[in-house]
Structures are given as structure tokens and as C-alpha cells.
């Protein structure tokens, strides 16, 4: 095997001195994508930075009114945490509708993020993949892609993100926390993973050097009405075949005041609904609406040969949650931040 | 439990289950000999073609790296029966996968990374992976798998088809499935000077013997396979499989102890699957429900270097009465991987088809899919004409629709809902061969009251060793807590494997007739026995495997409900009941373990299961656990095996048939069929996944297709 260094961070800045000084390190969280990488040859770094013991394992409300995960919270954690069941259930479902009790037990916020494609064929070293590889092609383009994106996919990589969290956190205008050691930044969740274009080696904007050291939950987004729904082979341990969250929050006469819409499994990144946002926003949150709404989001679909399914499903999910959310206001009659 | 005659039939607990969940058992990779090293395959990277060179240099530079074989400089050996053991023998790549070297180390991870630092060229040909139903080069084969003859007919079934009043003509697809049992495919090999020891997970030790004295030219004195506990196997365990023969070879090259634990990933490729089959039904019936023709033609791939003819259309000449038949098998030669046994072949697909065609029938006929069978139900097996043993699907069927509520049932497709699902039940029928073989047992008195009955049967999880030990204690007439049974280990008397649903009937019977001649010898003699005991042998041979004058099967009949969800074409079971007439039930406990786990192997196969043919490179896209789905807990709903008695005189001393596999067979017709009447769709190509139901519900909605 191919040996690697072991370094057991204790502060962020000791793990970003790491990374930054090894290129080709990575981060430990839970391990649950990485170790599986790197026992397929798919990952060989040549040093894990151990992060798991950071400091950074706590869910906290910070005084503005939002929430900050920090990025070693387990899924299990996060998604059980009552300030998340209360305030973000789309997250809190989202987070129980990925893989395993096992898994869940062990995967980290951070990790989950930067949890790899699952297309077989980048985890197949026999098999070109311009995102391993760049430059071998992509084997899944004409091969089998029925799991595959239909938006915002290039010639060069058809892979989807396999996170459901992460759609939740597009969906809530969460951030991602990254630190380098020196600086700290973050970005807007759903501008943390990319879309393959000519680098899909590049999964997201982290640079060189940083890590993801937490997410923040806005209060903007907190309490209103979420919900996440996902669509797979089977009832448990199965990759998306299409997701979607949604936060929707309507007035008293009916019309939308702010949604927040993103699918899951359809793209290179959680796909935040920006045009079916825009033609909702002000409009009445009606089935009718969220169905034009959507159908007009879905429009860029490019659908490979045997994916095309994929774009009425995510239509059909998208209108499903969102006509739900509306109705239940409606039998409400008030949601709790109006109360 | 105390007395005599009882321990037949009671629900003894696995005796084997603590060990098994403390860790205790050994599996075939857990026997650390000293010196014992490890070895991974390389599997060629190409479909078709063969090895030009192999580069191995690197490798051997590796830390931890000893060896690798190829086809240059491993053991030769004597040509098998099977081709697929014939590894590293030439240069021949038949398929994707195909071993093409073997890197030993001494740990298993630094035969991982050598193995990928080989490096092999080839000369590439031109591969052809399609499966269709007019492919060019399909051939009809003398025979099916087991021996079954490819092609039966009788009467005239396209003429009877032509003129009758109800027909349905409908094509199914099932892709290709997995065994993927927990255990990978396992061997540890260790010569102990010219005695070779083998550790292995294998459904049959005592094959597994014969096939390497064969291979390796060695009396069979001199070969002992173990095989204590093998975790699971669902037929790609039946017979010996590569990893066994690469051990073995490893082992002599090194002289050193080796494991071969064949990588998740490489089992797609190399231990065989259940091959796609593509059905041809066309039932046609007079109107009051009669069949009057029944026509079965499957088209079936097999690999380039060994044909394996999955019997799909064997069960249409067991189950129903129709004047005119044609049951047919045609194969394709493909470079694919070679398909091998699992779990009911031929009637698993077969049986997926035929029970579904017959529900179109039902529909087209307007009549209770029920009702159909039994109607149709025959006096004598309609191919041999033979009496049956025993026959009691009808029982099965009504009881299974008394218990599951059927009477209720509306019959319009369609018709029940709540909110976005629709919701719907369905039935179908299940057939099994009563399949037997000769075995040999020894059972012993001891001093201390206590007995030992030996046979070198093989414990895949299914309960052998418990059954084995009811079976003596209530032929010895004894209490079940004084009698102990030794298996897996082929120095024990020798015996078939476990597989066929016939494990128990065929050990059982030689440890029954060793333990009824034992209990003579105790009858008539006085006195304390001898320190070492006093000890009886059966072997069956001639008995087990003589012609019977009937025609031998488990029926059943499965049960359904199903929820489809119209937003996202998923589709989950409610509730499954099967109700199965086996004969006698020997362990209750264990037996509804296997009803139910055929059952869910069922589910699996309707809704989740499957294997994607990757035509650009000839392999299995799926190629580990997260991405063949077989069911989680959460797809598996209230699930629910019940049998009738069963008293069979003409099968074995216990009056059991196997229940290995029959609780799987039908399972996926039933849920398919319960899609169906809940959606109004037919859907006749497996797995139901949302994809494939998402269209589905699209399209206008449809009966069947009677004429």
C-alpha cells in the first residue's frame, strides 16, 4: 500500500499548516468516503490530516439569531439537535435521508461536504474519468449514467454530488465556513461546490491550504416552514435519484414572501432553483405557480440517454413539497414566527 | 425438551448463534497459520483478447510483495470440468475481469497496492456484451441448466394459440442479479508438507475435494477442505470457485499458508450471476379460464467459455394443465462473465414470468387471479406425466388468501388510493424440486449418554448443524440436548452440498438411517459401552438418487401489497404472506428464516436488484454494496411465511422437501402484480425502480392485453 503521514491536528491552525505545507493532503472527519477512496487507489495522499478531534464539534446560536454546526458535528448529532429539529427541519431531514444509522454515526459535517461523486465510474481505476484522471475522458457519458446530472453537466464530467445535506443548506442560504490558519472567509453553501466545466477535478472553491471549519444557519431562514424529500432505489442507503428542499414562507392572503428551492442529484453541485425562485417571489403560492415555476427552472435540462426521467421526478418533487408547505400553512391558518 | 419422537419440528435455536454474534466463528480468511500471507487477483482490463505481456517487476518491488503468478509461471493444472477454474493458465482473456495475475504479500493491503502495480498488455478484440432477444448468434443448446432438456412440446400450441377465444403474448426481462452473499469468496490453502488443507467458504466441501484432487493431481487422502461457517453463498458458493484454485496454487508457489479473499469488487465478474433472461409468454385460454396453450420461450447469454442455460421455462411444464405447450431455451454466447447458480435457478425468472403472464391472463379473462390457478391446477405433472408425490398449491392458495384478506380485494386496477399513492395486491403461485442426493453419516453412542453424528455437511446460515442434530435425536429417540453433529470438514463422512433446497433432505436421510441402525445395536445389546463408543454408518447411495415414480415439488403461494407513490414512481411493499406446503417442517425457527429471507431476496429482485451490463467495457457497473441494492430493513415490511402439513410418504425418512429456495420463487411475480392492480400499468421489465415507474404512470393506463 502506499504509505501515508498521520498528523492528529489540535487546532485549526496546526491542520490548515498541514495542508498547506503537503499538497495533496487531506482532512480525516468520519473517514466514511475518504477511506473507501483511498483503499480503491481513487484518493492517495500523502498525508491525512486528522481533524476529527478539533475543537469545532459543537452546535451553538450565536447572538445575531443564527446557528452555527461546527464542521466535526456528526450528521447523527446535527440532524437529532433540537435547535435543528425546531428551527431547519429541511436540514434535519435531509441529514436522515443520507445513507446509514451507521454512517451517519460516523460522517462529519465537513466531511459531507466534501464527500466525493459517487459515479462508479470514478471510483473504477480502469475506467477513464476526466474528475481522477483529467485528460482520460469520461466513461459515463455514453456508458452508464442513469444516476448521472441533466443540469449544468459539461463534456467533460456528467457526475453528480451525492450530498443530501448539502442541498438543504443551498436551500437554507447557509455559509461555509473556511479558515487557512491566517484568514477566515465564507461562502454561500450553494456556492461552495462548482459545475464541472473544463476542471471537474475540482469539486468546490476551497482553496489550497483552507479548511472547512463550520456552517452557519441563518436566522433569516430560521423557523420557516422547510421540508427535504428524496426519491431512491430503495427505503434506506441509497444515493438520491433526484432531492429537493424547499423553504417557503407565504403571507396571510396567500403569496410568496421568500422561498428557498434546491434540487439534489440532478448536478455537479446542489442546484439551487434561482429562476423558479425569481418568477415565485411576490407571486400566489399556488400548485398551479410552483408548477410554471419549476418548469421553467427545469428548461436548461440537458438529459443524457437514460436520465431523462430524472426531470419530471424532480418536478414532481419539487411541486409536491412546495403545494405541501403552502397547505400547511393554509391549515395552520398562522406558522409559529407569525404566532 | 425431553422424550422421544419430539425433536422433529420444534423450534430449536441455532446452536452455532452465540458464537456467531460474539465473534466466535471462523470464517475461511480467519485462520491465521503461522506464516500465512495474502493475495489479490489482477482482473484483466479488457473484454475480449488475450495477455501479450505482464510487467511485474514493479510489483515485485513493492514492500511486502513474494510473488506473482501469471499464466507463464503458474502450477499447471489438470484441465477442469469447470472452465472458469482454469485460471492462469493461458492467455486467454474470455471476459472483463478475468484473473490475468495473482500478487502474494504478507498483508492483505500490500497485495492490494502490488496488484495494481502490475501492469499487463494486451492484444484487444472486438467484444460484444448485447443481449437481445433476435441476437444473430442465439442458438437453441441440447440443455438447460441441471440437466433439464432445452425444449419441450406437446399437442400444438401455436395452432391451439391462433384459434383460442383469451390470449395473451407478452415479452418479460429480468437483468442480470447477484448472489452477493455478506462473505466474500474466500479460500485459505496450507500445505502441510504433501497434505494440503484448505479453508474455504464453499456450499460443498466435499466437492471442493474432488475438484482439487482433480486439479492438482492428489489422492483425496490427502486433501482436507474446511468449511465451519460460511456466510452465505445463495448458489456462487456451489461449486468451487477461482479463489479456491488460486490459493491452492499461491500456496504451493510460496510455500507458505495463503488466504485469497476475493475483493466485493471483483465478484460481479468472477463468481457468476444469475444471466438476464428474456421471456416470450403466450398463454391462450377457452373462456371459462382453461388454458389451451402455453408457450414459455426464453433467450438467455452464457459466456464464451462455458455455456450455463439458465431453465427458465422449466417451470411452465410443472404448474399448469394446458393441452398444447412449448417451453424453449435459446443462449448467446457473449464475452461477458460466466453465469452461474443462484438462488432457484430457473424458476426465480422463470417463474417471475410465468406467474405474471398468468395474472395478465386473470385480467384479460376478468377473472380472480386465484381462482385462474385453480382451475388450471393438474391431476399429473403435465411434461412427465407422473403422479405427484404430493400436491397442495390450491390449499396454499386459499389459505394464503384467507390469511392475507384476499376476499376483500377490489379487482379493478386502480381503485384504491390514499392521496398520492396508489395502492394495490397481488398473488402468485410458487414451484420448487424436491431435489435429494447420496450421503454418507456416521453416528456414535458415547459412554456418557451422549451421541455424535458426523457428515460433512456444510452450515451456509441456514441452520445445519441444529436440523442435522433434530433429525438424530428423534430417530435415536433421545432428547435434541444430548446430541451433537459434526460438520465442515471433508475428513466426516462425505456429502452433497447445500444447495438445491436439498441439503437437509439428503444429509438428513443418511444421518436418520445411521442413527435408526445405531438405536438397533443399542436395542439389543447389554452392558455399559466401549470408552470409544459404539458407532453405525449409512450411506444412501442408491436410495437418495434412485428414480422415484413421482413427480416431486414444493408449492406456495405469495401475497402482496404494495404502495406506489405517483410523485416519485416509488414503490414500496406493505405486506408480503407466503404460505408453502413443503412436507414436514423440521426446525419451525429456522425455516420461516429461510421462507422469509427468499421472500426478501424476492422484494429485492422485483423492486431493487439488479446489474447494469456496461456495453463499452463489458463488466457490471455495480460493483459493490451501495450500489446493488439488495432490500435495507426499511424496504422490508411485515413479512409473513406460513406452511401447511404436509405428509408426503414418497421423499425421504423425515417427509421434508427443501425450503431453501421456494420462498423466493414467485415473490417477485406477486409484487409485480400488486403493482399492477394498484397503478393499472403492467410493468414487465424488473427492477421496478422510479425511473421505469415514473414513465410508466405516465402512459395511458392499460389491462393487459387479451385478444
Not at chain 1, 6 to 30: D, F, I, K, N, Q
Not at chain 2, 68 to 97: F, K, Y
Request: with cysteine; aromatic share 4%; charged share 25%.
Amino acid at each position: 500500500m502506499k504509505p501515508f503521514g498521520y498528523l492528529r491536528a489540535g487546532t485549526v491552525r496546526e491542520a490548515a499548516e498541514a495542508l498547506a505545507e503537503h499538497p495533496g493532503a487531506r482532512c480525516l472527519g468520519g473517514g466514511t468516503n475518504l477511506v473507501d477512496l483511498m483503499k480503491l487507489g481513487v484518493e492517495r495522499p500523502g498525508l491525512l490530516v486528522d481533524v476529527s478531534r478539533l475543537p469545532l464539534d459543537t452546535v451553538e446560536e450565536l447572538p445575531d439569531g443564527s446557528v452555527r454546526v461546527g464542521a466535526t458535528v456528526r450528521n447523527s448529532d446535527l440532524a437529532a439537535h433540537p435547535l435543528v429539529r425546531d428551527r431547519y427541519p429541511v436540514l434535519s431531514q435531509a441529514l436522515l435521508a443520507g445513507a446509514s444509522g451507521q454512517l451517519r454515526n460516523a460522517a462529519t459535517t465537513g466531511g459531507n461536504l466534501l464527500q466525493r461523486t459517487r459515479c462508479p465510474h470514478f471510483q473504477d481505476l480502469s475506467k477513464p474519468c476526466n474528475k481522477r484522471t483529467p485528460g482520460t475522458g469520461c466513461a459515463a457519458r455514453e456508458g452508464t449514467h442513469r444516476d448521472h446530472a441533466v443540469l449544468g453537466h459539461s463534456e467533460q464530467c456528467v457526475a453528480t454530488h451525492p450530498s443530501d445535506m448539502a442541498v438543504a443548506l443551498a436551500a437554507l442560504d447557509a455559509r461555509v465556513e473556511l479558515d487557512d490558519g491566517r484568514t477566515t472567509r465564507d461562502l454561500p453553501a450553494d456556492r461552495f461546490h462548482r459545475l464541472p466545466g473544463d476542471h471537474p477535478e475540482r469539486d468546490t472553491e476551497i482553496r489550497p491550504g483552507e479548511l472547512v471549519t463550520g456552517v452557519v444557519l441563518p436566522a433569516a431562514t430560521a423557523s420557516l416552514p422547510s421540508a427535504y424529500r428524496k426519491a431512491r432505489d430503495r427505503a434506506s442507503y441509497a444515493f438520491a435519484l433526484a432531492s429537493v428542499a424547499a423553504v417557503l414562507r407565504t403571507s396571510e392572503d396567500g403569496t410568496v414572501v421568500h422561498v428557498g428551492l434546491a434540487f439534489g442529484a440532478l448536478a455537479h453541485k446542489p442546484w439551487r432553483a434561482e429562476r423558479a425562485e425569481a418568477a415565485l417571489r411576490g407571486g400566489p403560492a399556488t400548485e398551479d405557480a410552483f408548477a410554471r415555476a419549476v418548469e421553467r427552472e427545469l428548461e436548461a435540462a440537458r438529459p443524457l440517454r437514460d436520465n431523462g426521467y430524472k426531470v419530471p421526478l424532480a418536478r414532481n418533487l419539487a411541486v409536491d413539497v412546495l403545494t405541501r408547505l403552502a397547505t400547511a400553512r393554509n391549515r395552520t391558518g398562522t406558522t409559529e414566527e407569525d404566532s | 425438551m425431553t422424550g422421544t419422537g419430539s425433536a422433529l419440528g420444534v423450534p430449536a435455536e441455532r446452536r452455532e448463534g452465540r458464537q456467531k454474534v460474539t465473534g466466535g466463528a471462523r470464517y475461511a480468511a480467519e485462520h491465521p497459520l503461522p506464516g500465512r500471507v495474502h493475495a489479490w487477483p489482477v482482473p484483466a482490463g479488457v473484454a475480449r483478447g488475450r495477455v501479450t505481456a505482464v510487467h511485474t517487476e514493479a510489483a515485485l518491488d513493492l514492500p511486502g510483495a513474494l510473488a506473482v503468478l501469471t499464466h507463464d509461471n503458474a502450477p499447471r493444472i489438470t484441465e477442469p470440468d469447470d472452465p472458469t477454474l482454469a485460471v492462469l493458465q493461458t492467455p486467454g482473456v474470455p471476459h472483463r475481469g478475468w484473473p490475468v495475475a495473482l500478487v502474494v504479500a504478507r498483508t492483505p493491503e500490500e497485495a492490494r497496492a502490488a496488484a495494481e502495480a502490475v501492469r499487463v498488455e494486451y492484444a484487444v478484440e472486438e467484444h460484444d456484451v448485447r443481449l437481445t432477444a433476435d441476437h444473430p448468434e442465439a442458438y437453441e443448446p441440447e440443455k438447460a441448466n441441471a440437466g433439464f432438456p432445452a425444449r419441450r412440446e406437446w399437442g400444438d400450441p401455436d395452432g391451439a394459440f391462433a384459434s383460442a377465444p383469451v390470449r395473451v403474448d407478452v415479452s418479460y426481462h429480468v437483468p442480470p442479479l447477484h448472489n452477493h452473499p455478506m462473505e466474500p469468496h474466500t479460500s485459505t490453502a496450507h500445505w502441510d508438507g504433501d497434505r494440503l488443507v484448505v479453508y474455504t467458504s464453499s456450499q460443498g466441501g466435499t466437492a471442493v475435494r474432488a475438484v482439487l484432487t482433480a486439479l492438482f493431481e492428489l489422492p483425496e487422502d490427502r486433501v482436507t477442505v474446511v468449511a465451519d461457517h460460511v456466510g452465505g453463498g445463495f448458489g456462487s458458493k456451489g461449486t468451487p470457485r477461482p479463489d479456491v484454485v488460486l490459493a491452492v496454487m499461491a500456496a504451493r508457489e510460496t510455500g507458505r499458508p495463503v488466504t485469497v479473499a476475493l475483493p466485493r469488487r471483483h465478484l460481479p465478474s468472477v463468481v457468476g450471476h444469475r444471466a438476464p433472461t428474456l421471456h416470450r409468454l403466450r398463454l391462450a385460454a377457452d373462456t371459462g379460464g382453461r388454458l389451451t396453450a402455453l408457450t414459455h420461450e426464453v433467450v438467455t447469454h452464457t459466456s464464451r467459455i462455458k455455456e450455463f442455460v439458465e431453465q427458465a421455462a422449466v417451470p411452465a411444464r410443472v404448474m399448469y394443465a394446458t393441452p398444447a405447450s412449448r417451453t424453449l431455451h435459446r443462449a448467446v454466447r457473449l464475452d461477458v462473465p460466466s453465469p452461474s447458480w443462484m438462488r432457484a435457478p430457473g424458476e426465480s425468472p422463470g417463474m417471475y414470468a410465468l406467474e405474471s403472464a398468468m395474472d395478465e391472463l386473470a385480467g384479460a379473462l376478468g377473472m380472480d387471479p386465484v381462482d385462474l390457478r385453480v382451475l388450471n391446477e393438474p391431476e399429473r405433472e403435465p411434461d412427465s406425466g407422473k403422479p405427484f408425490s404430493s400436491r397442495h398449491l390450491t390449499e396454499c392458495l386459499r389459505e394464503g388468501a384467507r390469511r392475507f384478506g384476499w376476499d376483500r380485494r377490489d379487482p379493478r386496477p386502480r381503485a384504491r388510493g390514499e392521496g398520492p399513492l396508489l395502492l394495490g395486491t397481488g398473488v402468485a403461485a410458487a414451484t420448487y424440486p424436491v431435489l435429494v442426493g447420496p450421503s454418507r453419516a456416521e453416528a456414535r453412542a458415547l459412554p456418557d449418554g451422549s451421541f455424535v453424528v458426523r457428515v460433512n455437511a456444510t452450515d451456509i446460515g441456514t441452520g445445519a448443524r441444529t436440523v442435522l442434530a433434530q433429525v438424530a435425536a428423534d430417530a435415536l429417540g433421545v432428547p435434541l440436548e444430548r446430541v451433537r453433529s459434526e460438520i465442515g470438514d471433508s475428513d466426516l463422512p462425505s456429502a452433497p452440498l447445500a444447495g438445491g433446497s436439498s441439503g437437509t433432505a439428503s444429509w438428513g436421510w443418511s444421518v436418520h438411517r445411521a442413527c435408526t441402525e445405531l438405536a438397533d445395536q443399542l436395542g439389543s445389546r447389554t452392558g455399559p459401552l466401549p470408552d470409544e463408543g459404539i458407532t453405525a454408518h449409512a450411506d444412501t447411495a442408491g436410495l437418495a438418487d434412485a428414480d422415484s415414480p413421482y413427480a416431486r415439488h414444493a408449492f406456495g403461494a405469495h401475497f402482496a401489497e404494495v404502495a406506489v407513490d405517483t410523485v416519485t414512481g416509488e414503490v414500496r411493499v406493505r405486506r408480503m404472506l407466503g404460505v408453502f406446503a413443503a412436507g414436514r417442517i423440521l426446525n419451525a425457527r429456522t425455516a420461516r428464516s429461510q421462507f422469509i429471507g427468499g421472500m426478501t431476496m424476492g422484494l429485492g429482485m422485483a423492486l431493487t436488484e439488479g446489474s447494469t451490463m456496461d456495453a463499452a467495457f463489458g463488466d457490471f457497473t455495480e460493483a459493490d454494496l451501495a450500489s446493488y441494492h439488495v432490500p435495507a430493513h426499511a424496504d422490508v415490511p411485515a413479512i409473513e411465511a406460513h406452511w401447511i402439513d404436509e405428509e408426503d410418504a414418497h421423499l425421504n425418512p423425515m417427509g421434508s422437501k427443501g425450503i431453501g429456495e421456494i420462498g423466493n420463487v414467485g415473490s417477485a411475480a406477486a409484487i409485480g402484480n400488486a403493482v399492477h392492480h394498484a397503478t393499472g400499468v403492467r410493468f414487465r421489465e424488473l427492477p421496478l425502480t422510479p425511473d421505469k415507474v415514473l414513465a410508466g404512470l405516465a402512459r395511458p393506463v392499460t389491462s393487459g392485453r387479451g385478444g
